[in-house]
Protein backbone atom coordinates (compact mmCIF):
# COMPACT_ATOMS: atom_id res chain seq x y z
CA UNK A 1 0.00 0.00 0.00
CA UNK A 2 1.57 3.23 -0.79
CA UNK A 3 1.47 5.81 2.26
CA UNK A 4 0.44 8.64 -0.24
CA UNK A 5 -2.62 6.88 -1.36
CA UNK A 6 -5.56 8.62 0.93
CA UNK A 7 -7.94 5.88 2.72
CA UNK A 8 -11.84 5.61 2.83
CA UNK A 9 -13.46 8.31 5.05
CA UNK A 10 -15.75 5.97 5.75
CA UNK A 11 -12.75 3.17 7.23
CA UNK A 12 -10.94 6.80 9.15
CA UNK A 13 -14.44 7.38 10.81
CA UNK A 14 -14.57 4.10 12.45
CA UNK A 15 -11.65 4.85 14.18
CA UNK A 16 -13.36 8.34 15.79
CA UNK A 17 -15.81 6.57 18.39
CA UNK A 18 -12.22 4.55 19.52
CA UNK A 19 -10.03 6.67 20.17
CA UNK A 20 -12.49 8.71 21.39
CA UNK A 21 -13.52 6.01 24.34
CA UNK A 22 -9.58 5.34 24.97
CA UNK A 23 -8.53 8.58 24.93
CA UNK A 24 -10.74 11.24 25.42
CA UNK A 25 -9.46 12.72 21.96
CA UNK A 26 -12.79 14.34 19.73
CA UNK A 27 -11.22 13.83 16.44
CA UNK A 28 -13.15 16.72 14.55
CA UNK A 29 -13.77 17.20 11.06
CA UNK A 30 -11.10 19.21 10.22
CA UNK A 31 -8.67 16.66 11.84
CA UNK A 32 -10.10 13.70 9.35
CA UNK A 33 -7.22 13.94 6.96
CA UNK A 34 -4.39 14.22 9.86
CA UNK A 35 -5.89 10.72 11.34
CA UNK A 36 -5.84 8.95 8.53
CA UNK A 37 -2.40 9.99 7.41
CA UNK A 38 -1.27 8.82 11.46
CA UNK A 39 -3.09 5.19 10.43
CA UNK A 40 -1.17 4.76 7.12
CA UNK A 41 1.86 5.91 9.29
CA UNK A 42 1.44 3.47 11.62
CA UNK A 43 0.26 0.48 9.42
CA UNK A 44 3.65 1.06 7.37
CA UNK A 45 5.49 0.71 10.13
CA UNK A 46 3.62 -2.41 11.41
CA UNK A 47 3.86 -3.89 7.41
CA UNK A 48 0.13 -4.04 7.61
CA UNK A 49 -1.91 -3.73 4.27
CA UNK A 50 -5.54 -4.07 5.42
CA UNK A 51 -6.96 -1.16 7.66
CA UNK A 52 -8.84 -3.63 9.85
CA UNK A 53 -6.41 -5.12 10.77
CA UNK A 54 -4.40 -2.31 12.42
CA UNK A 55 -8.26 -1.86 14.14
CA UNK A 56 -8.20 -5.47 15.22
CA UNK A 57 -4.47 -4.40 16.85
CA UNK A 58 -5.82 -1.55 18.51
CA UNK A 59 -8.79 -3.27 19.76
CA UNK A 60 -6.72 -6.18 21.64
CA UNK A 61 -5.88 -6.32 25.37
CA UNK A 62 -2.16 -7.97 24.10
CA UNK A 63 0.41 -5.72 25.92
CA UNK A 64 2.16 -4.90 23.02
CA UNK A 65 -0.90 -3.31 21.59
CA UNK A 66 -0.40 -0.49 24.83
CA UNK A 67 2.50 0.88 23.01
CA UNK A 68 0.64 0.67 19.67
CA UNK A 69 -2.15 3.19 21.03
CA UNK A 70 0.96 5.56 22.48
CA UNK A 71 2.37 5.52 18.99
CA UNK A 72 -0.32 6.41 17.46
CA UNK A 73 -0.98 8.96 20.39
CA UNK A 74 2.29 10.69 19.88
CA UNK A 75 0.91 11.01 15.53
CA UNK A 76 -2.50 12.43 16.95
CA UNK A 77 -1.61 14.84 19.85
CA UNK A 78 0.36 18.19 20.05
CA UNK A 79 3.05 18.98 22.37
CA UNK A 80 3.17 22.26 22.24
CA UNK A 81 4.09 23.95 25.34
CA UNK A 82 7.04 26.49 26.48
CA UNK A 83 8.00 28.27 30.08
CA UNK A 84 5.36 30.39 31.64
CA UNK A 85 3.12 29.85 29.00
CA UNK A 86 -0.20 32.43 29.52
CA UNK A 87 1.88 35.60 31.29
CA UNK A 88 -1.73 36.39 32.98
CA UNK A 89 -2.23 33.20 34.76
CA UNK A 90 1.07 33.01 35.52
CA UNK A 91 1.07 36.49 37.62
CA UNK A 92 -2.37 35.65 39.17
CA UNK A 93 -0.68 31.71 40.26
CA UNK A 94 2.04 34.17 41.30
CA UNK A 95 0.85 37.14 42.88
CA UNK A 96 -2.58 35.56 44.55
CA UNK A 97 -3.36 31.97 44.02
CA UNK A 98 0.05 30.31 45.36
CA UNK A 99 0.48 33.26 48.13
CA UNK A 100 -2.92 32.28 48.95
CA UNK A 101 -1.98 28.76 49.46
CA UNK A 102 1.29 29.57 50.74
CA UNK A 103 -0.38 31.24 53.35
CA UNK A 104 -2.74 28.12 54.64
CA UNK A 105 -0.21 25.62 54.77
CA UNK A 106 1.93 27.23 57.17
CA UNK A 107 1.23 25.34 59.85
CA UNK A 108 2.34 21.70 57.83
CA UNK A 109 4.47 23.01 55.61
CA UNK A 110 3.00 21.04 53.09
CA UNK A 111 1.95 21.82 49.02
CA UNK A 112 0.62 19.64 46.83
CA UNK A 113 0.54 20.63 42.92
CA UNK A 114 -0.94 18.87 39.77
CA UNK A 115 -0.03 19.86 36.27
CA UNK A 116 -2.41 17.62 34.34
CA UNK A 117 -1.62 17.42 30.62
CA UNK A 118 1.80 18.42 31.22
CA UNK A 119 3.45 17.25 27.80
CA UNK A 120 7.18 18.08 27.74
CA UNK A 121 7.03 19.69 31.52
CA UNK A 122 7.25 23.41 30.97
CA UNK A 123 4.50 24.20 32.70
CA UNK A 124 5.15 22.01 35.83
CA UNK A 125 8.78 23.50 35.67
CA UNK A 126 7.07 27.02 35.66
CA UNK A 127 5.50 26.23 38.34
CA UNK A 128 8.68 24.87 40.59
CA UNK A 129 10.16 28.18 39.65
CA UNK A 130 7.47 29.94 41.03
CA UNK A 131 7.63 28.82 44.77
CA UNK A 132 11.25 28.92 44.23
CA UNK A 133 10.67 32.58 44.58
CA UNK A 134 7.85 32.81 46.64
CA UNK A 135 9.44 30.05 49.28
CA UNK A 136 12.46 31.80 51.23
CA UNK A 137 12.43 28.50 53.39
CA UNK A 138 11.70 25.91 50.42
CA UNK A 139 13.94 23.45 51.97
CA UNK A 140 11.47 23.68 55.00
CA UNK A 141 8.81 22.66 52.37
CA UNK A 142 7.15 19.24 51.73
CA UNK A 143 6.44 20.00 48.24
CA UNK A 144 5.29 17.71 45.46
CA UNK A 145 4.50 18.87 42.02
CA UNK A 146 3.11 16.30 39.64
CA UNK A 147 3.15 16.57 35.55
CA UNK A 148 0.74 13.95 34.41
CA UNK A 149 0.21 12.96 30.59
CA UNK A 150 -1.43 10.47 28.29
CA UNK A 151 2.01 10.75 26.12
CA UNK A 152 4.90 8.53 27.27
CA UNK A 153 7.66 10.02 24.82
CA UNK A 154 6.96 13.21 26.19
CA UNK A 155 6.98 12.70 29.82
CA UNK A 156 10.39 11.21 29.31
CA UNK A 157 11.52 14.22 27.59
CA UNK A 158 9.86 16.32 30.42
CA UNK A 159 11.83 14.33 32.69
CA UNK A 160 15.33 14.88 31.44
CA UNK A 161 14.48 18.58 31.67
CA UNK A 162 16.37 19.63 28.85
CA UNK A 163 15.27 22.09 26.54
CA UNK A 164 15.86 24.61 23.48
CA UNK A 165 15.63 28.24 22.33
CA UNK A 166 11.99 27.47 21.58
CA UNK A 167 10.85 27.04 24.81
CA UNK A 168 11.49 30.34 26.13
CA UNK A 169 9.87 31.94 23.04
CA UNK A 170 8.47 34.23 25.53
CA UNK A 171 10.64 34.80 28.37
CA UNK A 172 13.51 36.94 29.18
CA UNK A 173 17.08 35.79 29.04
CA UNK A 174 17.31 35.67 32.85
CA UNK A 175 15.02 32.82 33.36
CA UNK A 176 17.88 30.71 31.70
CA UNK A 177 20.35 32.03 32.79
CA UNK A 178 19.22 31.84 36.50
CA UNK A 179 17.75 28.14 36.64
CA UNK A 180 19.23 26.38 33.86
CA UNK A 181 22.82 25.00 32.59
CA UNK A 182 23.83 25.39 29.31
CA UNK A 183 24.64 22.54 27.80
CA UNK A 184 26.23 21.26 24.34
CA UNK A 185 22.34 20.04 24.09
CA UNK A 186 20.61 22.80 25.15
CA UNK A 187 19.27 24.12 28.54
CA UNK A 188 18.80 22.19 31.01
CA UNK A 189 16.79 22.62 34.65
CA UNK A 190 19.25 22.69 37.53
CA UNK A 191 18.72 19.68 39.86
CA UNK A 192 17.13 21.34 42.42
CA UNK A 193 14.70 22.11 40.78
CA UNK A 194 14.46 19.23 38.80
CA UNK A 195 13.88 16.78 41.56
CA UNK A 196 11.25 18.58 42.83
CA UNK A 197 8.77 17.60 40.05
CA UNK A 198 7.88 13.95 39.66
CA UNK A 199 6.35 13.15 36.43
CA UNK A 200 3.44 10.12 35.50
CA UNK A 201 1.62 8.55 33.04
CA UNK A 202 -2.12 8.97 33.31
CA UNK A 203 -5.26 8.52 30.97
CA UNK A 204 -7.30 11.87 32.19
CA UNK A 205 -10.67 10.01 31.14
CA UNK A 206 -10.13 6.68 32.71
CA UNK A 207 -7.87 7.58 36.25
CA UNK A 208 -10.95 6.61 38.78
CA UNK A 209 -8.26 4.95 40.85
CA UNK A 210 -5.98 7.74 41.12
CA UNK A 211 -8.15 10.25 42.63
CA UNK A 212 -9.44 7.64 44.56
CA UNK A 213 -6.64 6.99 46.16
CA UNK A 214 -5.81 10.68 46.58
CA UNK A 215 -9.14 11.78 47.88
CA UNK A 216 -8.59 15.71 48.74
CA UNK A 217 -4.93 15.49 48.17
CA UNK A 218 -4.31 18.21 45.70
CA UNK A 219 -3.68 22.26 46.89
CA UNK A 220 -4.00 23.29 43.04
CA UNK A 221 -4.72 21.52 39.86
CA UNK A 222 -3.85 23.04 36.59
CA UNK A 223 -4.96 21.55 33.27
CA UNK A 224 -4.52 24.02 30.48
CA UNK A 225 -5.87 23.37 26.66
CA UNK A 226 -6.76 20.06 27.27
CA UNK A 227 -10.51 20.28 27.37
CA UNK A 228 -10.42 22.15 23.99
CA UNK A 229 -9.39 18.32 22.55
CA UNK A 230 -11.69 16.14 24.39
CA UNK A 231 -15.06 14.95 24.25
CA UNK A 232 -18.43 16.12 26.31
CA UNK A 233 -18.03 12.94 28.18
CA UNK A 234 -14.38 13.16 28.79
CA UNK A 235 -14.36 16.51 30.01
CA UNK A 236 -17.20 14.91 32.18
CA UNK A 237 -14.91 12.68 33.33
CA UNK A 238 -11.83 14.54 33.71
CA UNK A 239 -14.10 17.15 36.50
CA UNK A 240 -15.13 14.25 38.44
CA UNK A 241 -11.49 13.46 38.89
CA UNK A 242 -10.44 16.64 39.72
CA UNK A 243 -13.02 17.65 42.46
CA UNK A 244 -12.78 14.00 44.18
CA UNK A 245 -8.43 14.99 43.82
CA UNK A 246 -8.56 18.97 45.01
CA UNK A 247 -8.85 19.78 48.55
CA UNK A 248 -11.64 21.68 49.78
CA UNK A 249 -9.70 25.15 50.01
CA UNK A 250 -7.61 23.93 46.58
CA UNK A 251 -7.82 26.10 43.52
CA UNK A 252 -8.09 24.38 39.57
CA UNK A 253 -6.82 26.93 37.23
CA UNK A 254 -7.82 26.11 33.24
CA UNK A 255 -7.09 27.90 30.71
CA UNK A 256 -9.32 30.56 28.79
CA UNK A 257 -12.90 29.91 27.52
CA UNK A 258 -11.98 25.53 28.12
CA UNK A 259 -15.22 25.32 30.10
CA UNK A 260 -17.34 27.92 28.27
CA UNK A 261 -21.11 26.43 28.42
CA UNK A 262 -20.09 23.49 30.93
CA UNK A 263 -22.87 23.45 33.79
CA UNK A 264 -21.47 21.43 36.66
CA UNK A 265 -22.20 21.46 40.09
CA UNK A 266 -18.76 20.22 41.11
CA UNK A 267 -17.39 24.00 40.66
CA UNK A 268 -17.69 27.09 41.91
CA UNK A 269 -15.91 29.96 40.01
CA UNK A 270 -14.35 33.22 40.88
CA UNK A 271 -13.73 35.51 38.30
CA UNK A 272 -10.57 37.91 37.42
CA UNK A 273 -9.14 40.45 35.29
CA UNK A 274 -6.40 37.22 34.38
CA UNK A 275 -8.53 34.43 34.24
CA UNK A 276 -11.49 32.14 35.97
CA UNK A 277 -10.22 30.07 38.98
CA UNK A 278 -12.78 27.53 40.28
CA UNK A 279 -12.60 25.47 43.78
CA UNK A 280 -14.82 22.85 45.35
CA UNK A 281 -18.14 23.16 45.08
CA UNK A 282 -18.82 23.55 48.40
CA UNK A 283 -20.00 26.28 51.58
CA UNK A 284 -17.03 28.72 51.20
CA UNK A 285 -16.72 31.12 54.27
CA UNK A 286 -13.65 33.36 52.04
CA UNK A 287 -14.84 35.98 49.17
CA UNK A 288 -11.74 37.53 47.74
CA UNK A 289 -12.83 41.46 47.08
CA UNK A 290 -10.92 41.33 43.65
CA UNK A 291 -13.47 38.08 42.76
CA UNK A 292 -17.19 36.98 41.75
CA UNK A 293 -18.32 33.82 43.49
CA UNK A 294 -21.04 32.01 41.05
CA UNK A 295 -21.98 28.20 41.75
CA UNK A 296 -22.61 27.61 37.99
CA UNK A 297 -23.07 27.34 34.90
CA UNK A 298 -19.24 27.66 34.14
CA UNK A 299 -20.24 30.41 31.50
CA UNK A 300 -18.44 33.53 33.39
CA UNK A 301 -20.29 37.01 33.75
CA UNK A 302 -19.60 38.94 30.51
CA UNK A 303 -16.84 41.39 30.85
CA UNK A 304 -14.30 43.32 29.41
CA UNK A 305 -11.27 44.50 31.55
CA UNK A 306 -12.12 48.20 31.22
CA UNK A 307 -15.55 46.99 32.74
CA UNK A 308 -14.09 44.67 35.49
CA UNK A 309 -14.32 47.24 38.30
CA UNK A 310 -17.39 48.72 37.41
CA UNK A 311 -18.85 45.09 37.76
CA UNK A 312 -17.46 44.07 40.93
CA UNK A 313 -18.51 47.32 43.15
CA UNK A 314 -20.68 46.09 45.93
CA UNK A 315 -23.92 47.87 45.59
CA UNK A 316 -26.84 47.88 48.07
CA UNK A 317 -30.24 47.56 45.86
CA UNK A 318 -32.17 50.91 46.37
CA UNK A 319 -35.32 50.39 47.46
CA UNK A 320 -38.35 51.53 45.17
CA UNK A 321 -42.13 51.56 44.85
CA UNK A 322 -42.83 47.78 44.19
CA UNK A 323 -45.04 48.82 41.11
CA UNK A 324 -41.70 50.41 39.47
CA UNK A 325 -39.44 48.36 40.68
CA UNK A 326 -38.94 44.39 40.19
CA UNK A 327 -37.00 42.94 43.61
CA UNK A 328 -35.79 39.30 43.68
CA UNK A 329 -37.31 37.11 46.37
CA UNK A 330 -35.30 38.07 49.09
CA UNK A 331 -35.70 41.27 48.75
CA UNK A 332 -39.07 43.48 49.99
CA UNK A 333 -39.44 47.22 49.69
CA UNK A 334 -39.61 49.29 52.38
CA UNK A 335 -42.84 51.86 52.04
CA UNK A 336 -41.22 54.46 54.44
CA UNK A 337 -37.87 54.98 52.01
CA UNK A 338 -39.77 54.08 48.76
CA UNK A 339 -41.82 57.22 49.06
CA UNK A 340 -38.90 59.45 49.51
CA UNK A 341 -36.72 57.89 46.38
CA UNK A 342 -37.10 59.47 42.84
CA UNK A 343 -37.08 56.61 40.10
CA UNK A 344 -34.43 57.70 37.84
CA UNK A 345 -32.67 55.90 35.19
CA UNK A 346 -30.02 55.52 36.84
CA UNK A 347 -31.08 54.12 40.10
CA UNK A 348 -32.83 51.62 37.62
CA UNK A 349 -29.51 50.57 35.84
CA UNK A 350 -27.48 50.18 39.82
CA UNK A 351 -30.35 47.82 40.26
CA UNK A 352 -30.25 45.87 37.77
CA UNK A 353 -26.61 45.56 37.27
CA UNK A 354 -26.66 44.75 41.36
CA UNK A 355 -29.95 42.05 40.28
CA UNK A 356 -27.18 40.77 37.52
CA UNK A 357 -24.26 40.24 39.72
CA UNK A 358 -26.40 38.19 42.09
CA UNK A 359 -27.99 36.27 39.31
CA UNK A 360 -31.60 37.53 39.64
CA UNK A 361 -31.27 38.07 35.46
CA UNK A 362 -35.69 38.22 35.22
CA UNK A 363 -35.88 40.85 37.58
CA UNK A 364 -32.40 42.77 36.16
CA UNK A 365 -33.97 42.69 32.63
CA UNK A 366 -36.97 43.97 34.41
CA UNK A 367 -35.09 47.10 35.37
CA UNK A 368 -32.85 47.79 32.55
CA UNK A 369 -35.97 47.94 30.58
CA UNK A 370 -37.86 50.18 32.70
CA UNK A 371 -34.47 52.64 32.36
CA UNK A 372 -34.99 52.43 28.59
CA UNK A 373 -38.48 53.59 28.82
CA UNK A 374 -37.44 56.53 30.70
CA UNK A 375 -34.06 57.15 28.46
CA UNK A 376 -34.31 55.14 25.04
CA UNK A 377 -31.23 56.35 24.08
CA UNK A 378 -29.24 54.85 26.86
CA UNK A 379 -26.14 53.21 25.99
CA UNK A 380 -25.45 51.78 29.59
CA UNK A 381 -28.95 50.14 29.57
CA UNK A 382 -28.70 48.54 26.57
CA UNK A 383 -25.01 47.01 26.75
CA UNK A 384 -26.08 45.60 30.54
CA UNK A 385 -29.32 44.18 28.81
CA UNK A 386 -26.46 42.52 26.52
CA UNK A 387 -24.77 41.00 28.96
CA UNK A 388 -27.61 39.65 30.98
CA UNK A 389 -29.04 38.10 28.00
CA UNK A 390 -25.53 36.51 26.99
CA UNK A 391 -25.36 35.06 30.83
CA UNK A 392 -28.80 33.55 30.19
CA UNK A 393 -27.92 31.69 26.82
CA UNK A 394 -29.68 34.01 25.09
CA UNK A 395 -27.86 35.21 22.31
CA UNK A 396 -29.61 36.69 19.58
CA UNK A 397 -31.12 39.11 22.01
CA UNK A 398 -27.65 39.83 23.39
CA UNK A 399 -26.51 40.58 19.90
CA UNK A 400 -29.25 42.82 19.31
CA UNK A 401 -29.40 45.36 22.14
CA UNK A 402 -25.05 44.99 20.96
CA UNK A 403 -26.28 46.48 17.97
CA UNK A 404 -28.49 49.12 19.65
CA UNK A 405 -26.06 50.15 21.65
CA UNK A 406 -23.53 50.77 18.48
CA UNK A 407 -25.60 53.13 17.25
CA UNK A 408 -25.91 55.10 19.93
CA UNK A 409 -21.75 54.82 20.05
CA UNK A 410 -20.09 53.06 17.11
CA UNK A 411 -16.88 53.72 18.57
CA UNK A 412 -17.28 51.39 21.86
CA UNK A 413 -14.85 48.93 22.40
CA UNK A 414 -16.45 46.71 25.03
CA UNK A 415 -19.66 45.84 22.75
CA UNK A 416 -17.37 44.53 20.60
CA UNK A 417 -15.50 42.35 23.59
CA UNK A 418 -18.88 41.30 24.15
CA UNK A 419 -19.74 40.04 20.77
CA UNK A 420 -16.31 38.68 20.44
CA UNK A 421 -17.09 36.51 23.15
CA UNK A 422 -20.38 35.74 21.74
CA UNK A 423 -18.96 34.55 18.98
CA UNK A 424 -16.49 32.06 21.30
CA UNK A 425 -19.19 30.57 22.77
CA UNK A 426 -21.25 30.35 19.30
CA UNK A 427 -18.41 28.44 18.24
CA UNK A 428 -17.64 31.01 15.07
CA UNK A 429 -13.77 31.55 15.34
CA UNK A 430 -14.01 33.80 12.22
CA UNK A 431 -15.94 36.78 13.69
CA UNK A 432 -14.65 36.19 17.13
CA UNK A 433 -11.39 37.40 15.43
CA UNK A 434 -12.96 40.52 13.13
CA UNK A 435 -14.18 41.66 16.41
CA UNK A 436 -10.51 41.61 18.23
CA UNK A 437 -9.20 43.20 15.07
CA UNK A 438 -11.77 45.74 15.11
CA UNK A 439 -10.68 46.85 19.03
CA UNK A 440 -7.41 46.74 17.48
CA UNK A 441 -8.52 49.79 15.06
CA UNK A 442 -10.06 51.35 17.87
CA UNK A 443 -7.35 50.57 20.36
CA UNK A 444 -4.15 49.71 18.62
CA UNK A 445 -2.43 48.83 22.14
CA UNK A 446 -5.22 46.69 23.52
CA UNK A 447 -2.66 43.98 25.39
CA UNK A 448 -6.03 41.52 25.46
CA UNK A 449 -7.03 41.86 22.13
CA UNK A 450 -3.75 40.92 20.99
CA UNK A 451 -3.86 37.65 23.32
CA UNK A 452 -7.20 36.81 22.40
CA UNK A 453 -5.92 37.01 18.93
CA UNK A 454 -2.92 34.75 19.46
CA UNK A 455 -5.05 32.28 21.28
CA UNK A 456 -7.01 32.07 18.55
CA UNK A 457 -3.93 31.62 15.64
CA UNK A 458 -2.62 29.10 17.92
CA UNK A 459 -5.70 26.75 18.28
CA UNK A 460 -6.25 26.66 14.34
CA UNK A 461 -2.22 26.06 14.29
CA UNK A 462 -1.15 29.34 12.35
CA UNK A 463 1.88 29.25 14.79
CA UNK A 464 3.67 32.32 12.83
CA UNK A 465 0.63 34.57 13.87
CA UNK A 466 0.12 33.61 16.85
CA UNK A 467 3.81 34.23 17.49
CA UNK A 468 3.49 37.69 16.13
CA UNK A 469 0.36 38.55 18.50
CA UNK A 470 2.01 37.26 21.42
CA UNK A 471 4.99 38.92 21.07
CA UNK A 472 3.05 42.25 20.18
CA UNK A 473 1.48 42.06 23.60
CA UNK A 474 4.20 40.86 25.56
CA UNK A 475 6.28 44.07 24.10
CA UNK A 476 3.29 46.24 25.14
CA UNK A 477 3.27 44.55 28.36
CA UNK A 478 7.31 45.88 28.80
CA UNK A 479 6.30 49.34 26.92
CA UNK A 480 3.64 49.70 29.56
CA UNK A 481 4.31 48.11 32.85
CA UNK A 482 0.69 46.99 32.21
CA UNK A 483 -0.73 44.49 35.09
CA UNK A 484 -4.30 43.79 36.15
CA UNK A 485 -2.78 43.56 39.76
CA UNK A 486 -1.31 45.01 42.25
CA UNK A 487 2.64 45.21 42.07
CA UNK A 488 4.49 42.11 44.33
CA UNK A 489 6.05 42.96 47.56
CA UNK A 490 9.46 43.27 47.72
CA UNK A 491 9.73 40.00 49.23
CA UNK A 492 8.18 38.44 45.64
CA UNK A 493 9.96 39.44 42.49
CA UNK A 494 8.24 39.87 39.33
CA UNK A 495 7.75 36.84 36.88
CA UNK A 496 9.39 36.44 33.63
Not at 15 to 38: C, H, M, N, S
Not at 158 to 183: C, D, H, I, P, V
Not at 186 to 209: I, M
Not at 253 to 282: D, V
Request: proline content about 5%.
Amino acid sequence: MSSKRELNPLLIESFVPLIAKRTGLEIQERDRKTLGQAIQSRMKSLHLLAVNSYYDRLTTELPEDSQEWQNLICLLTNPESYFFRDRGQFSLLERYILPQLIERRQQTKTLRLWSAGCSTGEESYSLAIVLDRLLPDIDRWDLLILGTDINREMLQRAREGLYGNWSFRTSETALQKQYFQTTDRGYRLRDRLRQRVRFQYCNLTNCADFSDSKPDFFDLIVCRNVFIYFTQSAIEKTLQTFSRSLSSDGYFLTGHAELYGQNSSLFKSKIFPESILYQKNIQSTEQDPRSINRQEPFFPLFQTPIETSRQQKHRSIAILPSDSLYYPATVSPSPTVANQTPITPEILLQNAETLFLQKEFTAAIANAEKALKLKPQSFDAFYLLAQIYANSGKYQQAIQCCQQALKINVFSVKIYYLLAQISREYGSPSEEKQYYKKILYLEPHSISAYRELAYLYEREGDRDRAQKMYRTALDLENQTGKSSLPPPSAQKPPIV
